[in-house]
């Protein structure tokens, strides 16, 4: 099934946190989401530790990744994307922005990318200098000697509305987009919603930070993504996507973030892109017709019928666990074998 793109461009941030996905998978996947209709593939997981002691880093195995993945975005049209990391203790004693220009103007994957996502958020913290002058420099040199030829897209310190828990006030952060609102209009700048796992963002939270940016907001929208606390027991495969529907006008782009279970996170990313791009206020058939599609008749139709307790916390998942283990035996699709992996890796309750 190929969509159109209705409003902004939907799209993937690769961005969870201790998944170890293969090439083979990701290029699966890619392809599967591509045919889809996908508009933008970014690889946005951190690099190493080992890595970061240069000024710019890049997400792990970037060069070998890209690769693989340039062939399917040259043949759909994808726009495919690579995370660079900043260490901006070290940008702040040697003040050579031009180091890190030079670092991306050589990087081997630089011809086959399309989005280029500067992430600012490993920034220093909990009541330190937010490093904004820096963080717009950078942006500016970027912007300057790649903006012709790719997206610039940010990922800043603040993402989200609420920073009552790492120590910044709500008026730091004002005064931080404040400050990055400076930096050229073509660059998109990321945010999350009112929270880091937003369930709802309604129109006046979209018109706040469209303000404070003085730009549409890219929206990274912490869906299906599961690797957080109170979030890795579960399948999260209900895309409540509801606000994203009716406020979707007002973004520049919208980025989902997989589960650590990368081929499973279709079901719930299919169906929030049929719905949304179908402007469809129902989801629950798209839901049950993509579980069938990707899991099968018999899988599909057990995992759907319990699909809002796919919880190993929830009081009657033996029982779930039972049914969707039988409805396993023989199954060898990707999707069956990762299901089963995260049936038999289920944290103890």
Sequence with gaps: MTTEHRGAPLGIVEATKGASWSSDERVLFVEHLAREGLAFYLLGSRPHLQHRSALVAFSRNSDAEISRLAPISRSTGLALGISAFFEEALVRSSRDISVIVESLQNADFIGDIKTLLLRFDGAPLRGRHLLADIQVEIVHAISSSFGLTMQI?????????DVSEIGISDSERDRYRQTLSQIDASVSIFWSGPTLMSDRITHGAVERVTEQYQRKPALWYNFPVNDGRGYESRLRLIPEIEDVQQTLGGFD??????????????IPIISAMRAI?????????ITQTVCIETLGLDVGEVVWSNITRLDHRDRLWPSIDEAIGLALKGKKSPYALELRTWLDQAPST
């Design 153 to 161: 897209v940010v990922c800043p310190t603040l993402y989200a509305d």
């Design 253 to 266: 782009m919208v980025a989902f973030n997989p589960m650590r279970q990368l081929r499973l996170s279709e």
């Design 277 to 285: 791009q179908s402007r469809r206020s129902d989801w629950s058939d």
